[in-house]
Nanobody
Framework: QVQLVESGGGLVQPGGSLRLSCAAS????????MGWFRQAPGNQREWVAA???????TYADSVKGRFTISRDNAKNTMYLQMNSLEPEDTAVYYC?????????????WGQGTQVTVSS
């Protein structure tokens, strides 16, 4: 079964940067989209960013202009570059990939990585 393994989280000061990685254990075929959600304790899971297979990027208003999603197909890895981080960005970040298994769309999820923005 394909797994998405996340890394790159940690503690950073306000205004700092982090780069999250999401690596697939095997190639996921017929990908339609990939991206990131985040969730803070007591809050709903919030969509953050998405990247379609065609290369179109979209972002939540809360992170637009500060976060950048990208991918490296050769490494089966996608990234979330986070700049100008604020305490409100503190959350567990989950990557996802939407692919098709025998014609059926399914969403693969990463295990989550903690991002803490604090002085």
């Amino acid at each position: 079964q394909v797994q998405l393994v996340e890394s790159g989280g940690g503690l950073v000061q306000p205004g700092g940067s982090l780069r999250l990685s999401c690596a697939a254990s095997a190639t996921i075929f017929r990908i339609s989209a990939m991206g990131w959600f985040r969730q803070a304790p007591g809050n709903q899971r919030e969509w953050v960013a998405a990247l379609t297979s065609g290369g179109t990027t979209t972002y939540a208003d809360s992170v637009k202009g500060r976060f950048t999603i990208s991918r490296d197909n050769a490494k089966n890895t996608m990234y979330l570059q986070m700049n100008s981080l604020e305490p409100e960005d503190t959350a567990v970040y989950y990557c996802f990939v939407d692919g098709r298994d025998r014609g059926n769309l399914r969403r693969y999820w990463g295990q989550g990585t903690q991002v803490t923005v604090s002085s």
